[in-house]
């Protein structure tokens, strides 16, 4: 099939340089017919129309092969192509005029001719391009009716290119566009018309009968996306956007692009500017090890380094399968990073030892540990072991054999901890912190909220009960959360590790926090359904060290500003390293005898903050019960 296509494209290359090279003897035999008044050329004359005719051909045909004029199919012609037939008119010109000037010194050759010539030559090549693509548009317009009545959201530079490609689509019919900058007004874009803004939407459905909707701006803020979608599933209507200003990288707009609306364009949040440069100066050429490369956050943390050069990725994860996918994955994205997979637990002490042995790696990101609230408070001690004691393990490690990075993943949980699993964290934090004064390495905390579609998280809980059918389970009506998509909360942390000098704790801006009911909601109706009517929503009361809301920072961390508008700073809170040391090893020893109660002691010693949070003192309608006497 591709032998058969590359034939047929060659043939029609072939056919084209055919054409225009017929029409330099015709521009040629019209500028002397013009300069002789549209009478008979002289004979005198017709010797140097034959000479100039001869050094012609092979020049222009030389010319029209290498300048690229045959890439594109006439059906597309436009503008670039426009300025190609320009340029090899005049430099094949120029070039004839040499020529000639070397043979005979332009002997009998009339000056008006070398004018017209070119003139000629481009309204030619132009005119034949400029009918067989009116020719194709106009097939192509009664060939389209049938396709689907779709309607255009954004008028401006992807929108024009969209239109663009789905004219040239049987499977599209695009009849309007809405947008909401008043000077595109009743214009029109490659004949089809800007109808009217956004608030219109169901109006112009109305009127035109559309059948879809699509949106075209990838860096629409997800609150015009979300009135945009609900407004669509009101109607009845199927919508579907281009990727956003991250995803797309740069590629090109076409219809091929489009997809469903997710819920990460509706909660991703505007596109993050990152310093490509700082983050490709500490990974490119360096020995990178991630731990916990298997789960959500490690996988793309993988992703986005291997495409900064790194000299070695060293991915260390316990679990198999999660392993094999990324490994799976990375070698077939990446087959010149130089990728090792290690199956191992952060926990065991003489493997992380192996491991920093025999790959030294110089930039260490920890992303290995639990965070499921709920499992961690039936297993508090099995928390400490990997969270506060994994981390120790490696962080230990990056210290002794002299890594130059260490960048610890944490979460928002670790403030003002209600949980075994924030607590944890936090005291993960305060060991990193209080680590970096004592060692050469630099150790950086990054903290963000929930990122959308994590294992574990609440959105793929949802999308399995509304598969299901239903209910969908929300533990309380007011429960908020902070949300951010994967590949933004790694970018910021790969950013937050080119600019942290060690010790600080940095806070990813995680903008407004979002609703749970909200987002049930919005998710149910994303999937075609209505709320209450065809799926319910049951509230179950919030569980065991499970908060009302989320907190980014304690009252004592101040918020410092950054070089970077998305990232924050939280002060440090040393402690003595001894007393710390201490209580590590009288925590460690409590978490292996899993004495529960012991282990939450000290951990209420270690951050004084942690206080179980009680769901029975909280009513449904979000207001404190005054606690029994």
Same mark, same amino acid.
């Given at each position: 099939?591709?032998?058969?296509?590359?034939?047929?494209?060659?043939?029609?290359?072939?056919?084209?340089?055919?054409?225009?090279?017929?029409?330099?003897?015709?521009?040629?035999?019209?500028?002397?017919?013009?300069?002789?008044?549209?009478?008979?050329?002289?004979?005198?004359?017709?010797?140097?129309?034959?000479?100039?005719?001869?050094?012609?051909?092979?020049?222009?045909?030389?010319?029209?092969?290498?300048?690229?004029?045959?890439?594109?199919?006439?059906?597309?012609?436009?503008?670039?192509?426009?300025?190609?037939?320009?340029?090899?008119?005049?430099?094949?010109?120029?070039?004839?005029?040499?020529? =000639?000037? #070397?043979?005979?010194?332009? +002997? @009998? %050759? &009339?000056?008006?001719?070398?004018?017209?010539?070119?003139?000629?030559? *481009? $309204?030619?090549?132009?005119?034949?391009?400029?009918?067989?693509?009116?020719?194709?548009?106009?097939?192509?317009?009664?060939?389209?009716?049938?396709?689907?009545?779709?309607?255009?959201?954004?008028?401006?530079?992807?929108?024009?290119?969209?239109?663009?490609?789905?004219?040239?689509?049987?499977?599209?019919?695009?009849?309007?566009?809405?947008?909401?900058?008043? =000077?595109? #007004?009743?214009?029109?874009? +490659? @004949? %089809? &018309?800007?109808?009217?803004?956004?608030?219109?939407?169901?109006?112009? *459905? $109305?009127?035109?009968?559309?059948?879809?909707?699509?949106?075209?701006?990838?860096?629409?803020?997800?609150?015009?996306?979300?009135?945009?979608?609900?407004?669509?599933?009101?109607?009845?209507?199927?919508?579907?956007?281009?990727?956003?200003?991250?995803?797309?990288?740069?590629?090109?707009?076409?219809?091929?692009?489009?997809?469903?609306?997710?819920?990460?364009?509706?909660?991703?949040?505007?596109?993050?500017?990152?310093?490509?440069?700082?983050?490709?100066?500490?990974?490119?050429?360096?020995? *990178?090890?991630?731990?916990?490369?298997?789960?959500?956050?490690?996988?793309?943390?993988?992703?986005?380094?291997?495409?900064?050069?790194?000299?070695?990725?060293?991915?260390?994860?316990?679990?198999?399968?999660?392993?094999?996918?990324?490994?799976?994955?990375?070698?077939?994205?990446?087959?010149?990073?130089?990728?090792?997979?290690?199956?191992?637990?952060?926990?065991?002490?003489?493997?992380?030892?192996?491991?920093?042995?025999?790959?030294?790696?110089?930039?260490?990101?920890?992303?290995?540990?639990?965070?499921?609230?709920?499992?961690?408070?039936?297993?508090?001690?099995?928390?400490?072991?990997?969270?506060?004691?994994?981390?120790?393990?490696?962080?230990?490690?990056?210290?002794?054999?002299?890594?130059?990075?260490?960048?610890?993943?944490?979460?928002?949980?670790?403030?003002?901890?209600?949980?075994?699993?924030?607590?944890?964290?936090?005291?993960?934090?305060?060991?990193?912190?209080?680590?970096?004064?004592?060692?050469?390495?630099?150790?950086?905390?990054?903290?963000?909220?929930?990122?959308?579609?994590?294992?574990?998280?609440?959105?793929?809980?949802?999308?399995?009960?509304?598969?299901?059918?239903?209910?969908?389970?929300?533990?309380?009506?007011?429960?908020?959360?902070?949300?951010?998509?994967?590949?933004?909360?790694?970018?910021?942390?790969?950013?937050?590790?080119?600019?942290?000098?060690?010790?600080?704790?940095?806070?990813?801006?995680?903008?407004?926090?979002?609703?749970?009911?909200?987002?049930?909601?919005?998710?149910?109706?994303?999937?075609?359904?209505?709320?209450?009517?065809?799926?319910?929503?049951?509230?179950?009361?919030?569980?065991?060290?499970?908060?009302?809301?989320?907190?980014?920072?304690?009252?004592?961390?101040?918020?410092?500003?950054?070089?970077?508008?998305?990232?924050?700073?939280?002060?440090?809170?040393?402690?003595?390293?001894?007393?710390?040391?201490?209580?590590?090893?009288?925590?460690?020893?409590?978490?292996?005898?899993?004495?529960?109660?012991?282990?939450?002691?000290?951990?209420?010693?270690?951050?004084?903050?942690?206080?179980?949070?009680?769901?029975?003192?909280?009513?449904?309608?979000?207001?404190?019960?005054?606690?029994?006497?």
């Amino acid at each position: 099939m591709a032998k058969k296509f590359f034939k047929f494209s060659l043939l029609n290359r072939w056919s084209a340089l055919l054409h225009d090279l017929l029409c330099v003897p015709l521009a040629f035999i019209l500028a002397y017919w013009i300069r002789f008044n549209l009478g008979p050329i002289p004979p005198e004359f017709e010797q140097t129309l034959y000479f100039l005719i001869l050094i012609a051909l092979p020049v222009q045909g030389l010319l029209f092969w290498y300048s690229g004029l045959y890439r594109g199919l006439w059906r597309f012609a436009s503008i670039p192509d426009l300025m190609r037939i320009f340029k090899v008119a005049g430099f094949g010109t120029i070039a004839i005029i040499a020529v =000639a000037f #070397l043979l005979q010194r332009l +002997h @009998g %050759i &009339p000056r008006s001719v070398l004018l017209l010539y070119p003139l000629l030559l *481009v $309204a030619g090549l132009s005119a034949s391009r400029i009918a067989y693509r009116g020719y194709k548009d106009l097939r192509l317009g009664f060939s389209s009716q049938d396709g689907k009545r779709t309607l255009i959201i954004g008028a401006g530079r992807a929108g024009e290119i969209l239109a663009r490609d789905l004219l040239y689509r049987d499977a599209y019919r695009p009849l309007a566009f809405l947008d909401d900058n008043p =000077a595109m #007004l009743r214009r029109e874009i +490659h @004949g %089809i &018309p800007v109808w009217g803004k956004t608030d219109q939407l169901a109006e112009c *459905v $109305a009127e035109l009968y559309i059948e879809l909707v699509l949106l075209a701006i990838p860096s629409a803020h997800k609150s015009f996306l979300q009135r945009l979608v609900l407004e669509c599933n009101r109607l009845g209507v199927r919508c579907q956007t281009l990727p956003s200003v991250f995803e797309m990288a740069g590629r090109q707009v076409d219809a091929g692009k489009l997809r469903s609306v997710t819920l990460e364009d509706l909660l991703g949040r505007d596109v993050v500017k990152l310093d490509h440069e700082a983050i490709t100066g500490y990974l490119s050429g360096k020995i *990178v090890l991630i731990t916990g490369g298997g789960g959500s956050i490690g996988s793309e943390l993988c992703r986005q380094i291997a495409a900064q050069n790194p000299a070695q990725l060293i991915l260390f994860e316990h679990g198999e399968f999660n392993l094999y996918a990324i490994e799976f994955e990375l070698r077939h994205k990446f087959p010149a990073l130089q990728f090792i997979a290690v199956l191992g637990d952060v926990k065991n002490a003489e493997r992380v030892h192996w491991l920093f042995t025999t790959y030294k790696p110089s930039v260490v990101y920890h992303a290995a540990a639990y965070k499921h609230v709920p499992m961690l408070e039936a297993n508090p001690a099995e928390g400490v072991c990997n969270n506060v004691f994994g981390t120790k393990v490696v962080a230990d490690a990056a210290d002794r054999f002299g890594a130059s990075r260490f960048v610890m993943i944490s979460t928002d949980k670790a403030v003002n901890p209600a949980n075994v699993m924030g607590t944890t964290k936090r005291i993960a934090e305060i060991y990193c912190q209080n680590l970096n004064g004592r060692s050469r390495t630099k150790y950086i905390t990054t903290r963000f909220g929930n990122v959308l579609g994590s294992s574990g998280s609440v959105i793929p809980l949802f999308q399995k009960q509304i598969a299901d059918g239903g209910p969908v389970t929300v533990t309380h009506r007011e429960i908020t959360r902070y949300f951010m998509t994967i590949p933004e909360s790694v970018s910021l942390i790969l950013q937050a590790g080119a600019m942290g000098l060690g010790g600080e704790i940095f806070v990813l801006d995680m903008g407004e926090p979002v609703r749970i009911d909200d987002l049930a909601r919005q998710m149910i109706e994303l999937s075609g359904f209505k709320v209450e009517k065809d799926i319910k929503i049951i509230y179950t009361g919030l569980r065991p060290g499970e908060k009302l809301f989320e907190e980014l920072l304690h009252k004592n961390e101040a918020l410092q500003k950054t070089g970077h508008d998305k990232l924050l700073l939280a002060s440090s809170r040393d402690v003595e390293w001894g007393w710390l040391e201490n209580q590590l090893i009288e925590l460690q020893r409590v978490a292996r005898l899993r004495e529960d109660e012991k282990v939450l002691s000290i951990m209420h010693e270690l951050v004084p903050e942690y206080k179980v949070f009680e769901p029975d003192l909280i009513t449904q309608s979000g207001e404190l019960e005054s606690e029994p006497q």
